[in-house]
């Protein structure tokens, strides 16, 4: 059996399946990504709900596995050379999830670099945009009587939207005809600045025909609606 206790963070979340790869996670839209992609590869594993609202992030068991204080992390029991590692940042964890099997990637090294450019934009760009969306349109943010923010936010998602609107034209998926980490990275995103953000006027996504018809794709495969789920928010 796979021995975890090297690692603090399983003394707070112990590993009932150590063998497993161990995710600690939110269903938050960078969360979901990575439950999303296990569900999508089948890999075995085991979700631990780490409790954001309850600042379980910042306890040093968690800090002993991501120094920053957020989630995603993933533990795998078989990391390279055959032994543990631990891992953070949702976009690295997609890459590596996606080398580790073979999924969800191309084979051919120019499309796997475009795919991972825009696993990338989404890191830079689209999360920590849309976040501040959220911010200033549904929480405490929105209280503050300068709208100037909000504004700038919400054109500089309007901007971003309009390059997936763009790279959307004439393709399934954003490298074409193929599901990849790319796609995984953006549909939380999305789908949480129309939903649970409620910014789906303020940024003109009716608008839009593309990113729409994307978003319902993604949203219709089983992997995904599971992922978006995993782990299970607290009752």
Do not use: C
Request: no cysteine.
């Amino acid at each position: 059996m796979t021995d975890l206790s090297a690692f603090p963070i399983t003394r707070r979340w112990p590993a009932g399946h150590p063998d497993r790869l161990q995710l600690y996670s939110y269903p938050t839209p960078n969360g979901v990504k990575v439950s999303i992609m296990l569900e999508e590869i089948g890999l075995p594993y085991e979700a631990h709900l780490v409790d954001i609202g309850q600042d379980e992030t910042w306890g040093p068991d968690f800090l002993s596995l991501n120094p920053n204080g957020k989630i995603p992390a993933i533990l795998d029991p078989a990391g390279p050379g055959g032994q543990p590692m631990g891992l953070f940042e949702s976009g690295a964890i997609l890459q590596y999830l996606a080398e580790k099997t073979g999924q969800l990637i191309p084979a051919d090294p120019a499309l796997r670099w475009q795919t991972v450019q825009w696993v990338y934009f989404q890191m830079a760009n689209v999360g920590p945009i849309f976040g501040q969306v959220g911010f200033f349109h549904k929480f405490a943010g929105r209280d503050i009587p300068d709208k100037r923010p909000l504004e700038r936010y919400a054109n500089e998602s309007k901007r971003l939207l309009g390059v997936l609107e763009q790279r959307l034209h004439g393709r399934q998926w954003i490298m074409g005809d193929d599901f990849t980490i790319a796609d995984i990275a953006h549909l939380g995103w999305v789908r949480n600045l129309i939903g649970f953000y409620g910014a789906g006027d303020l940024v003109g996504y009716d608008r839009l025909r593309h990113v729409p018809d994307w978003l319902a794709r993604g949203l219709a495969r089983p992997a995904v609606q599971r992922g978006l789920n995993i782990p299970a928010r607290p009752a």
